[in-house]
Structure formats: C-alpha cells, structure tokens
C-alpha cells in the first residue's frame, strides 16, 4: 500500500451503527439501566466535588499529540481524530492525592495491568484482546451498554503514563492519555487528557442532542480520578479538576 491510499484510508470517515445493530444492542441495554441510573444518580451527587470551568472555545492551532504519527500495530485499524465527525475536544481531568502510599510508577503499573479497577464497571468494562506484558500495540476492548464498544490500543507507554488510540468501531476518534508525577507537598498528581472528536455520524448527533451523554461522560472519568485516590492509598486534596476546550469542526 503506497503511503497516499495508507492516508486515504486513515482519513476515512467510519459508517454510524447499522438499523440491525441498534436492535440487537436494544437488548444488552436493559439489564444494565440499573447500573446506568445508579451511575447517574452518583453523577448528580458528586457534582460538588467537580470544579468545572465549562467549555472553553478555541480558534487557535491544537497543541496536542501529533495525530499524524506513526502508532504500533496496523495503521488501517486506527480510528484517527481526521477521521471524526464534528467539534475537536481536549478534556483534562486532575486530581491531587495527599498522603499517597505508592508512588507514579506503582500507580501506573496498577492501571495499565487492570484497567478495570478504575473504571465504573456498571458502565464500562475492559476486556483484552491482545498484549499481557501491556506494551505498545495491546489492545483492548471496552464494553459498553448499547450499539458501541470502544476497541482501543496502547501507546507512548513510559514508566510513569501512557495512552489509548481509537480503534474502527469506537464512538470516539482520537486518543487519551493517563499520567502520575509527584507534586508538591508531597502530592501524588493524576491527569487524564484527551483529544477526540465523534467517530460517527450518529454518535455526533447523539452527543450533540442528549445531554446526558455529556454528563454521564463526564462522571465516568471523574470516578476513574477519585477511584485513583483509593488504588493510591491516599485521599484527595480538593475536587477533580475539569477543563474542556473546543475547536469548531477541527481535527488538528
């Protein structure tokens, strides 16, 4: 494959969810609405301990990681944020954690092994699909109610973060990273940041429209911050942090 149809093909928008698919999915969803409402009603409980600053608009150059990079594994595979639908968002969660008992390179370690044990497992659940040693290229695939699952692989993994990349198939096109480092006072700091836009047309609509989908989105990783705090044997110092930016119809 010569490197124009290579960037032909990663460029290529996916198609939303057939009529076939929505049905079936229809299925799967009702016995996890009581996970879902319950995750919901922890969402509307802990919105005091969110400092959010809303939607920051953005007409500038995106500074984040280089979507034209070369990734592990098969590049036809990878659902790139130019190959997304709609508005580019960057999402930063942060949280501090004072009087942590591991330390950046512990608390990754725990992550990447199990990602499970962050992630609110009503909603959502990582299985594997390839890679043990969880190094660049193993994938995983997170299973969530409804006509998506969200396939993702390993990348720019470092001893102290690392990243998911998109696959064909996610609801999202892009890439979100999980980093440690100390702080001061001695605080343990987590982040998580991504850079993603919808990776269909249908799943842009639903974001746009519903706006539950936000919410629910925005819980999901807020529980992953403070879910953090317990795997680190500490307690958080402050809310989590919530900072979104938005560039109109941008893919960076």
């Known amino acids: 494959m010569t490197a124009t149809a290579e960037s032909a093909r990663q460029r290529e928008?996916?198609?939303s969810p057939s009529l076939c698919r929505l049905l079936r999915s229809a299925g799967g969803v009702v016995p996890r609405v009581p996970g879902m409402l319950l995750e919901t009603v922890k969402y509307v409980a802990q919105r005091g301990h969110v400092d959010s600053v809303g939607v920051v608009e953005?007409?500038?150059?995106p500074n984040g990681p280089d979507p034209t990079r070369a990734l592990p594994g098969?590049?036809?595979?990878?659902?790139?944020r130019s190959a997304g639908r709609g508005d580019l968002y960057q999402r930063v969660y942060r949280i501090e954690i004072a009087d942590p008992q591991i330390g950046p390179e512990e608390l990754?370690?725990?992550?990447i092994d199990d990602p499970n044990l962050a992630s609110p497992i009503s909603v959502s659940v990582f299985e594997e699909l390839s890679g043990e040693r969880r190094e660049d290229g193993a994938e995983f695939v997170v299973r969530l109610p409804g006509p998506w699952d969200a396939p993702v692989r390993i990348v720019d993994r470092t001893d102290t973060s690392f990243s998911f990349?998109?696959?064909?198939?996610?609801?999202?096109?892009?890439?979100i990273g999980f980093r440690a480092e100390w702080g001061d006072d001695g605080r343990l700091v987590f982040t998580i940041e991504s850079w993603v836009r919808s990776g269909d047309r249908l799943y842009h609509w639903v974001y746009d429209l519903v706006p539950l989908t936000k919410s629910v989105q925005?819980?999901?990783w807020v529980h992953v911050c403070e879910r953090v705090a317990i795997i680190a044997g500490g307690t958080p110092a402050g809310k989590v942090s919530v900072v979104t930016h938005?560039?109109?119809?941008?893919?960076g």
């Open 13 to 15: 928008a996916q198609r």
């Open 58 to 61: 953005r007409t500038d150059t």
């Open 74 to 80: 098969d590049p036809d595979t990878v659902l790139r």
């Open 108 to 111: 990754i370690a725990f992550l």
């Open 165 to 175: 990349v998109t696959l064909r198939g996610h609801m999202e096109a892009g890439e």
């Open 218 to 220: 925005l819980h999901m």
């Open 246 to 251: 938005r560039w109109k119809d941008g893919d």
